[in-house]
């Protein structure tokens, strides 16, 4: 199971932004095959960003797959604003950020919710990376590892037996964007709980699944992450809208 290390640019770049990224940085990852690396734009910019990906792999040994930020679980219908699989699977998404903090807190989505969205990832073949993690006022309350069992057991609920085809990132909700991360210790902590309580949901699927680290990752950050046994790799947000940066922390966990 390779590393994986995925980027969320959440709301931005445009797609001429996009292009200008992929073309500055895809040529630093050619042939880097022992590490995954995924990259999510804007709904606006998968099909322009599918497309180049595309092109770069005719050209060359790339492991850079596209991912999507959401995705609603249904195929089609009356839902305004809404992307469906079978758009993402159209433009050849390989993976779907489902649950991530901000879907949660800002957007309200609750666990029946991203449940659904995680089962109709999997049924349509999009890797999805199920996002939990606790707030500030959740881990000072002692509620840490009760918050992500809650969030993991309901958000996989129906898919257990599928666990091989699906990724967690654990972001605690207090690191996301605000520079603060976890400690490496603290980061492990979790990691090692969320690894059992896979073993125990999915019997013997706990090593197939990877369990990635997200909230302020950085390229000074990384490798001290990456050393822990149970980190698999790292969802970036801020720091991967650099092509530079986030070019650091892939050579990081490579150097681990």
Known sequence: MSYLVAANWKMNKTVGDTLEYLDLFLPSVKDLMKIEIMIAPSFTALSSASIRLDAAKKEGEYNVKLGAQNMYYMEKGAFTGEISPLMLAELEVDYVILGHSERRHIFGERDDLINKKVVSAVEHGIRPILCVGETIEEREQGKTLSVVERQIRNGLAGVEKDMVYIDIAYEPVWAIGTGVNAT?????????????????????????????????????????????????????????????????????????
Do not use: W
């Open 184 to 256: 490496p210790q603290q980061a492990q902590e979790v990691h090692r709980f969320i690894r059992s309580l896979i073993n125990e949901i999915s019997k013997g699927n706990d090593q197939k699944t990877r369990i990635l680290y997200g909230g302020s990752v950085n390229e000074k950050n990384a490798r001290d992450l990456t050393k822990e046994p149970n980190i698999d790799g790292f969802l970036v947000g801020t720091a991967s809208l650099d092509p530079e940066k986030f070019y650091k922390i892939i050579t990081e966990v490579m150097e681990v």
